[in-house]
Protein backbone atom coordinates (compact mmCIF):
# COMPACT_ATOMS: atom_id res chain seq x y z
CA UNK A 1 0.00 0.00 0.00
CA UNK A 2 2.87 2.31 0.99
CA UNK A 3 4.62 1.57 -2.55
CA UNK A 4 0.97 3.12 -4.41
CA UNK A 5 0.91 5.87 -2.49
CA UNK A 6 4.55 7.02 -3.00
CA UNK A 7 4.00 6.44 -6.82
CA UNK A 8 0.70 8.18 -7.05
CA UNK A 9 2.74 11.18 -4.89
CA UNK A 10 5.62 10.81 -7.86
CA UNK A 11 3.03 11.12 -10.85
CA UNK A 12 -0.39 12.76 -9.84
CA UNK A 13 -0.98 16.42 -9.70
CA UNK A 14 -1.80 17.17 -5.73
CA UNK A 15 -6.19 17.57 -6.02
CA UNK A 16 -6.03 14.63 -8.00
CA UNK A 17 -3.62 12.78 -5.51
CA UNK A 18 -5.98 13.48 -2.67
CA UNK A 19 -8.80 12.33 -4.42
CA UNK A 20 -7.29 9.39 -5.66
CA UNK A 21 -5.60 8.83 -2.20
CA UNK A 22 -8.78 9.02 -0.02
CA UNK A 23 -10.85 6.63 -2.40
CA UNK A 24 -8.02 4.06 -2.04
CA UNK A 25 -8.39 4.59 1.48
CA UNK A 26 -11.96 4.44 1.92
CA UNK A 27 -12.00 1.20 -0.57
CA UNK A 28 -9.75 -0.70 1.50
CA UNK A 29 -11.03 0.54 4.49
CA UNK A 30 -14.84 -0.75 3.26
CA UNK A 31 -13.48 -4.08 2.28
CA UNK A 32 -11.74 -5.01 5.12
CA UNK A 33 -14.67 -3.92 6.84
CA UNK A 34 -17.27 -5.57 5.15
CA UNK A 35 -14.69 -9.12 4.75
CA UNK A 36 -14.61 -8.85 8.77
CA UNK A 37 -18.11 -8.63 9.22
CA UNK A 38 -18.56 -11.15 6.51
CA UNK A 39 -16.40 -13.48 8.92
CA UNK A 40 -19.00 -13.46 12.30
CA UNK A 41 -21.44 -15.76 10.06
CA UNK A 42 -20.53 -17.81 7.29
CA UNK A 43 -23.44 -19.88 5.83
CA UNK A 44 -22.10 -23.05 4.17
CA UNK A 45 -24.66 -24.89 1.20
CA UNK A 46 -25.84 -28.20 2.65
CA UNK A 47 -28.46 -30.13 0.75
CA UNK A 48 -32.49 -29.50 -0.23
CA UNK A 49 -35.00 -31.73 1.75
CA UNK A 50 -35.56 -34.92 -0.34
CA UNK A 51 -37.09 -38.48 -0.85
CA UNK A 52 -35.85 -41.34 -2.15
CA UNK A 53 -36.51 -39.47 -6.00
CA UNK A 54 -34.97 -36.76 -5.41
CA UNK A 55 -35.48 -33.05 -3.93
CA UNK A 56 -39.03 -32.66 -3.18
CA UNK A 57 -40.42 -29.96 -5.42
CA UNK A 58 -42.61 -26.95 -3.35
CA UNK A 59 -42.98 -23.16 -3.77
CA UNK A 60 -43.29 -21.27 -1.05
CA UNK A 61 -44.21 -23.81 1.39
CA UNK A 62 -44.32 -23.29 5.06
CA UNK A 63 -41.49 -24.58 7.68
CA UNK A 64 -42.02 -25.62 11.18
CA UNK A 65 -38.94 -27.21 13.40
CA UNK A 66 -39.69 -29.68 15.85
CA UNK A 67 -37.04 -29.53 18.30
CA UNK A 68 -38.17 -32.23 20.26
CA UNK A 69 -38.28 -35.02 18.12
CA UNK A 70 -35.92 -33.26 15.47
CA UNK A 71 -37.99 -32.87 12.46
CA UNK A 72 -39.32 -30.72 9.98
CA UNK A 73 -42.87 -29.91 8.90
CA UNK A 74 -43.03 -28.66 5.90
CA UNK A 75 -46.65 -27.40 4.73
CA UNK A 76 -46.92 -27.14 0.71
CA UNK A 77 -50.46 -25.21 0.65
CA UNK A 78 -50.93 -25.89 -3.57
CA UNK A 79 -50.81 -29.75 -2.83
CA UNK A 80 -52.44 -30.02 0.41
CA UNK A 81 -49.75 -32.01 2.04
CA UNK A 82 -47.48 -31.86 4.48
CA UNK A 83 -44.38 -33.61 4.67
CA UNK A 84 -42.30 -34.28 7.71
CA UNK A 85 -38.31 -34.87 7.64
CA UNK A 86 -35.81 -36.32 9.52
CA UNK A 87 -33.06 -34.15 10.92
CA UNK A 88 -30.97 -35.09 7.73
CA UNK A 89 -33.06 -33.57 5.82
CA UNK A 90 -34.87 -37.36 3.93
CA UNK A 91 -38.56 -36.91 4.29
CA UNK A 92 -40.30 -39.76 6.53
CA UNK A 93 -43.67 -39.26 6.36
CA UNK A 94 -46.72 -37.07 4.54
CA UNK A 95 -50.60 -36.75 5.55
CA UNK A 96 -52.82 -34.33 3.90
CA UNK A 97 -53.20 -35.49 0.61
CA UNK A 98 -56.43 -37.88 1.40
CA UNK A 99 -58.46 -35.51 3.78
CA UNK A 100 -60.30 -33.70 0.46
CA UNK A 101 -61.89 -31.18 2.92
CA UNK A 102 -61.67 -28.38 0.22
CA UNK A 103 -59.85 -26.21 2.92
CA UNK A 104 -55.73 -25.02 2.48
CA UNK A 105 -53.52 -25.98 4.21
CA UNK A 106 -51.48 -23.14 5.59
CA UNK A 107 -48.86 -24.38 8.66
CA UNK A 108 -48.28 -27.15 10.90
CA UNK A 109 -46.42 -27.23 13.98
CA UNK A 110 -45.76 -29.73 17.12
CA UNK A 111 -47.25 -29.46 20.23
CA UNK A 112 -45.09 -30.34 23.10
CA UNK A 113 -47.20 -33.46 23.51
CA UNK A 114 -46.76 -34.60 20.21
CA UNK A 115 -49.84 -33.58 19.05
CA UNK A 116 -50.03 -32.10 15.42
CA UNK A 117 -51.69 -28.97 14.93
CA UNK A 118 -52.46 -27.73 11.36
CA UNK A 119 -53.74 -24.15 10.50
CA UNK A 120 -56.42 -24.72 7.49
CA UNK A 121 -58.18 -21.93 5.75
CA UNK A 122 -61.58 -22.30 3.99
CA UNK A 123 -62.54 -19.09 2.29
CA UNK A 124 -62.70 -16.48 5.15
CA UNK A 125 -62.92 -18.83 7.61
CA UNK A 126 -59.84 -20.35 9.81
CA UNK A 127 -59.29 -23.74 11.59
CA UNK A 128 -56.61 -25.39 13.69
CA UNK A 129 -56.77 -29.07 13.55
CA UNK A 130 -55.75 -31.31 16.16
CA UNK A 131 -54.03 -34.53 14.61
CA UNK A 132 -51.89 -37.31 16.42
CA UNK A 133 -48.71 -38.62 15.08
CA UNK A 134 -49.85 -39.73 12.09
CA UNK A 135 -51.67 -36.72 10.97
CA UNK A 136 -55.30 -38.52 11.65
CA UNK A 137 -57.43 -35.28 12.69
CA UNK A 138 -58.76 -36.17 16.37
CA UNK A 139 -60.29 -32.97 17.16
CA UNK A 140 -60.36 -28.59 16.18
CA UNK A 141 -58.41 -26.28 18.43
CA UNK A 142 -61.05 -23.59 20.14
CA UNK A 143 -59.69 -20.53 20.39
CA UNK A 144 -61.19 -19.38 23.73
CA UNK A 145 -61.02 -16.07 25.84
CA UNK A 146 -60.31 -13.74 23.43
CA UNK A 147 -60.49 -10.08 23.95
CA UNK A 148 -63.20 -7.54 22.44
CA UNK A 149 -60.39 -6.19 20.37
CA UNK A 150 -59.92 -9.65 18.41
CA UNK A 151 -63.95 -10.63 17.74
CA UNK A 152 -63.64 -10.45 14.13
CA UNK A 153 -59.82 -12.28 14.73
CA UNK A 154 -58.98 -15.51 12.32
CA UNK A 155 -55.61 -16.29 11.88
CA UNK A 156 -53.78 -16.72 8.79
CA UNK A 157 -49.98 -17.92 9.86
CA UNK A 158 -49.26 -19.49 13.21
CA UNK A 159 -45.73 -20.71 15.01
CA UNK A 160 -45.61 -22.71 18.43
CA UNK A 161 -42.76 -21.94 20.37
CA UNK A 162 -42.14 -23.08 24.43
CA UNK A 163 -46.02 -24.05 24.94
CA UNK A 164 -47.22 -20.85 23.17
CA UNK A 165 -49.13 -20.57 20.13
CA UNK A 166 -48.71 -17.30 18.54
CA UNK A 167 -51.20 -16.43 16.06
CA UNK A 168 -51.34 -13.93 12.96
CA UNK A 169 -54.56 -12.37 11.26
CA UNK A 170 -52.71 -11.10 8.24
CA UNK A 171 -55.40 -9.22 7.30
CA UNK A 172 -56.39 -7.13 10.30
CA UNK A 173 -52.48 -7.17 11.10
CA UNK A 174 -53.32 -8.02 14.79
CA UNK A 175 -51.23 -11.19 16.60
CA UNK A 176 -52.44 -13.08 19.49
CA UNK A 177 -50.79 -15.28 22.39
CA UNK A 178 -52.20 -18.69 23.25
CA UNK A 179 -51.44 -21.39 25.64
CA UNK A 180 -51.16 -24.69 23.92
CA UNK A 181 -55.06 -25.37 24.09
CA UNK A 182 -55.78 -22.24 22.49
CA UNK A 183 -56.61 -19.37 25.24
CA UNK A 184 -55.66 -16.81 25.06
CA UNK A 185 -53.10 -15.02 26.83
CA UNK A 186 -52.14 -11.85 24.92
CA UNK A 187 -52.49 -9.43 22.10
CA UNK A 188 -50.68 -7.06 19.72
CA UNK A 189 -52.50 -4.90 17.02
CA UNK A 190 -49.26 -4.24 14.84
CA UNK A 191 -51.18 -2.03 12.53
CA UNK A 192 -51.92 0.56 15.40
CA UNK A 193 -48.28 -0.01 16.25
CA UNK A 194 -47.49 0.80 12.88
CA UNK A 195 -49.65 3.40 12.33
CA UNK A 196 -51.62 1.84 9.70
CA UNK A 197 -55.10 2.37 9.20
CA UNK A 198 -57.27 0.17 9.42
CA UNK A 199 -58.75 0.23 5.74
CA UNK A 200 -55.09 -0.24 4.61
CA UNK A 201 -54.32 -3.04 6.75
CA UNK A 202 -55.27 -5.74 4.19
CA UNK A 203 -53.34 -4.29 1.54
CA UNK A 204 -49.96 -3.63 3.73
CA UNK A 205 -50.05 -7.30 5.31
CA UNK A 206 -46.89 -8.99 7.07
CA UNK A 207 -44.29 -10.67 5.07
CA UNK A 208 -43.16 -13.58 7.50
CA UNK A 209 -43.00 -13.72 11.28
CA UNK A 210 -41.37 -16.09 13.76
CA UNK A 211 -40.68 -16.23 17.66
CA UNK A 212 -37.44 -16.68 19.20
CA UNK A 213 -36.53 -18.51 22.17
CA UNK A 214 -36.30 -15.39 24.73
CA UNK A 215 -40.03 -14.69 23.47
CA UNK A 216 -39.38 -11.60 21.22
CA UNK A 217 -41.74 -11.55 18.15
CA UNK A 218 -40.03 -10.83 14.50
CA UNK A 219 -42.22 -10.01 11.47
CA UNK A 220 -41.33 -7.87 8.11
CA UNK A 221 -43.45 -5.53 6.45
CA UNK A 222 -42.45 -5.69 2.77
CA UNK A 223 -44.32 -2.26 1.69
CA UNK A 224 -42.52 -0.38 4.18
CA UNK A 225 -38.89 -2.24 3.16
CA UNK A 226 -39.01 -3.10 6.68
CA UNK A 227 -38.13 -5.24 9.83
CA UNK A 228 -39.37 -5.53 13.25
CA UNK A 229 -38.70 -6.90 16.34
CA UNK A 230 -41.54 -7.34 19.05
CA UNK A 231 -40.00 -7.58 22.84
CA UNK A 232 -42.01 -9.18 24.98
CA UNK A 233 -42.09 -5.90 27.20
CA UNK A 234 -44.03 -4.89 24.31
CA UNK A 235 -40.68 -2.60 23.03
CA UNK A 236 -41.50 -2.17 19.45
CA UNK A 237 -37.97 -1.73 17.13
CA UNK A 238 -37.66 -1.67 13.42
CA UNK A 239 -34.84 -1.83 10.93
CA UNK A 240 -34.18 -2.06 7.21
CA UNK A 241 -33.90 0.64 3.95
CA UNK A 242 -34.86 -0.01 0.40
CA UNK A 243 -31.89 -0.37 -2.37
CA UNK A 244 -30.19 -2.93 -3.93
CA UNK A 245 -26.59 -2.74 -2.54
CA UNK A 246 -26.08 -5.42 0.40
CA UNK A 247 -27.91 -5.05 3.37
CA UNK A 248 -30.64 -3.42 2.01
CA UNK A 249 -34.22 -4.41 1.13
CA UNK A 250 -36.37 -4.80 -1.94
CA UNK A 251 -39.23 -6.91 -1.59
CA UNK A 252 -38.60 -8.51 1.98
CA UNK A 253 -40.61 -11.88 3.33
CA UNK A 254 -39.61 -14.68 5.87
CA UNK A 255 -37.39 -13.18 9.40
CA UNK A 256 -35.71 -15.77 12.08
CA UNK A 257 -33.25 -14.90 14.62
CA UNK A 258 -30.74 -17.46 16.12
CA UNK A 259 -29.83 -17.34 19.85
CA UNK A 260 -26.98 -15.32 19.57
CA UNK A 261 -28.68 -12.50 18.46
CA UNK A 262 -28.48 -12.86 14.52
CA UNK A 263 -31.17 -12.37 12.64
CA UNK A 264 -31.81 -13.64 9.35
CA UNK A 265 -34.17 -11.67 6.32
CA UNK A 266 -35.28 -13.29 3.15
CA UNK A 267 -35.41 -11.00 0.37
CA UNK A 268 -37.90 -12.12 -2.70
CA UNK A 269 -36.91 -10.05 -5.03
CA UNK A 270 -33.17 -9.87 -4.44
CA UNK A 271 -33.34 -13.86 -4.51
CA UNK A 272 -30.78 -13.94 -1.35
CA UNK A 273 -30.74 -13.53 2.79
CA UNK A 274 -29.61 -10.90 4.61
CA UNK A 275 -27.70 -11.53 8.28
CA UNK A 276 -27.65 -8.85 10.92
CA UNK A 277 -26.68 -8.61 14.37
CA UNK A 278 -28.54 -7.91 17.39
CA UNK A 279 -28.32 -4.57 16.97
CA UNK A 280 -29.61 -4.73 13.22
CA UNK A 281 -25.91 -3.90 12.26
CA UNK A 282 -25.58 -5.45 8.36
CA UNK A 283 -23.36 -8.71 8.90
CA UNK A 284 -23.86 -10.90 5.49
CA UNK A 285 -25.91 -12.04 2.91
CA UNK A 286 -25.89 -14.79 0.57
CA UNK A 287 -27.96 -16.91 -2.06
CA UNK A 288 -28.38 -14.83 -5.25
CA UNK A 289 -30.83 -16.04 -7.99
CA UNK A 290 -29.90 -18.86 -9.81
CA UNK A 291 -30.28 -22.85 -10.12
CA UNK A 292 -26.93 -23.62 -8.59
CA UNK A 293 -26.92 -25.45 -5.20
CA UNK A 294 -26.36 -22.23 -2.90
CA UNK A 295 -28.16 -20.15 -5.35
CA UNK A 296 -31.58 -19.36 -4.31
CA UNK A 297 -35.12 -18.11 -6.28
CA UNK A 298 -37.21 -16.10 -4.64
CA UNK A 299 -36.74 -17.36 -1.12
CA UNK A 300 -39.35 -16.94 1.69
CA UNK A 301 -39.66 -18.82 4.37
CA UNK A 302 -37.15 -19.07 7.26
CA UNK A 303 -36.28 -21.66 10.26
CA UNK A 304 -33.87 -22.40 12.30
CA UNK A 305 -33.16 -25.48 14.40
CA UNK A 306 -30.93 -26.48 17.32
CA UNK A 307 -28.30 -27.14 15.27
CA UNK A 308 -27.44 -24.07 13.44
CA UNK A 309 -29.23 -25.33 10.12
CA UNK A 310 -31.39 -22.58 8.58
CA UNK A 311 -33.90 -24.08 6.26
CA UNK A 312 -35.61 -21.63 3.26
CA UNK A 313 -38.47 -22.13 0.91
CA UNK A 314 -38.29 -20.71 -2.74
CA UNK A 315 -40.05 -20.18 -5.62
CA UNK A 316 -40.05 -22.48 -9.07
CA UNK A 317 -40.81 -25.28 -7.24
CA UNK A 318 -37.19 -25.76 -5.97
CA UNK A 319 -38.62 -26.27 -2.56
CA UNK A 320 -36.64 -25.61 0.49
CA UNK A 321 -32.35 -25.43 0.53
CA UNK A 322 -30.89 -26.19 3.97
CA UNK A 323 -27.63 -24.23 5.27
CA UNK A 324 -25.50 -24.87 8.01
CA UNK A 325 -24.18 -21.64 9.57
CA UNK A 326 -20.78 -21.36 10.62
CA UNK A 327 -19.93 -18.64 13.45
CA UNK A 328 -16.06 -17.34 13.03
Known amino acids: ?13 TALRMTVVSFLLSAIWLGGGAAAAQAEVQPSFLYRLSNFSGPVPSSWATISVDEVRDEIYVTDGQSGIVRIYND ?13 SGSLLLDAAVRDDGDILVLT ?15 ERVADLALQGFSPDFADFSPTDMVYRSGRLY ?13 SNGHFLTGYDLGAML ?10 QVGGFSVDHAGSI ?27 APGRFNNVGGI ?18 IIFDKDFKFVNEFGYR ?27 SLGVSVFKIIYQ
Open 1 to 13: MNLILDKIKHFLP
Open 88 to 100: RGMQVYQFGDDWN
Open 121 to 135: RKFSASAILVCNFRG
Open 167 to 179: LLDNNLLKLAVTD
Open 195 to 204: EIEADKRAAT
Open 218 to 244: YFTVPVFFSAYRLAPDGNLAGFGRPGS
Open 256 to 273: VADDRGYIYVADRLKSVV
Open 290 to 316: GRRPDNLIGPNELDLDDDDRLYVSQLA
